[in-house]
Structures are given as structure tokens and as C-alpha cells.
Nanobody, 120 residues
Framework: VQLVESGGGSVQTGGSLRLSCAAS????????MAWFRQAPGKGREQVAT???????DYADSVKGRFTISKDNAKNTLYLQMSSLTPEDTGIYYC????????????????WGQGTQVTVS
């Protein structure tokens, strides 16, 4: 299983970014998928999760601003982020778990290398 994130960068407050995570070695349609982030000096935080049936869950801090989605045909996970604030700054990781439901509780076994998002 390999996960490769892209789409990070620097953006001004109020701006938007879309992160992508290309998966290989398994099908995104069969695994829980998630985005996590780690801000400087802080622990890793679960941002959003997506079940195989398409149900989503979000951290309170991003609800209404972030949207997790996937394209199973492309085997790619996305995170659309809008109304960004400096508190959204951090390294964003995509992750996969062989669970299919209750993805917000799943242990995530597979991780990408991360992509930096900086909001100023």
C-alpha cells in the first residue's frame, strides 16, 4: 500500500486549497480513508474520515469548511479546504485502514509522507 499526497502550499487567510492523495496497492473503495494534520509543536489530529459507503466525519474545527471525497476510478482521495486560517497550518497526511465503517474510530495502518499547508 502506498499513499502519495500533493496539493499543499502557502495560501492567505480565507483562501482555499485542494489536497490529493493517490493510492496504490489497494482499492480506495474497500478501505476507510482519512486526512490527519499535525501543527508545529502539536500532536497529530484527525481532520476528516470517509467510509466505503461514503459517510463522512469531520473534526469540529473544520466542519463546514473542509470536504473529504474520493474518486474510486482514479483511486484518489481529496480534501477540499476553504476559509483557511493560520490555525489550519500544518503537515497534512492521508491514511488508510482496512476497516470499512466507523472510520473515525479505525486504526490507520497506512500513511502518506505528508504535504505542508501554510496559511498566513
Amino acid at each position: 500500500v502506498q499513499l502519495v499526497e500533493s496539493g499543499g502550499g502557502s495560501v492567505q487567510t480565507g483562501g482555499s486549497l485542494r489536497l490529493s492523495c493517490a493510492a496504490s496497492g489497494y482499492r480506495t473503495s474497500t478501505y476507510c480513508m482519512a486526512w490527519f494534520r499535525q501543527a508545529p509543536g502539536k500532536g497529530r489530529e484527525q481532520v476528516a474520515t470517509l467510509t466505503t459507503a461514503g459517510y463522512t466525519d469531520y473534526a469540529d474545527s473544520v466542519k463546514g469548511r473542509f470536504t473529504i471525497s474520493k474518486d474510486n476510478a482514479k483511486n484518489t482521495l481529496y480534501l477540499q479546504m476553504s476559509s483557511l486560517t493560520p490555525e489550519d497550518t500544518g503537515i497534512y497526511y492521508c491514511a488508510a485502514s482496512p476497516w470499512t465503517t466507523s472510520c473515525h474510530l479505525a486504526p490507520y495502518n497506512y500513511w502518506g509522507q505528508g504535504t505542508q499547508v501554510t496559511v498566513s
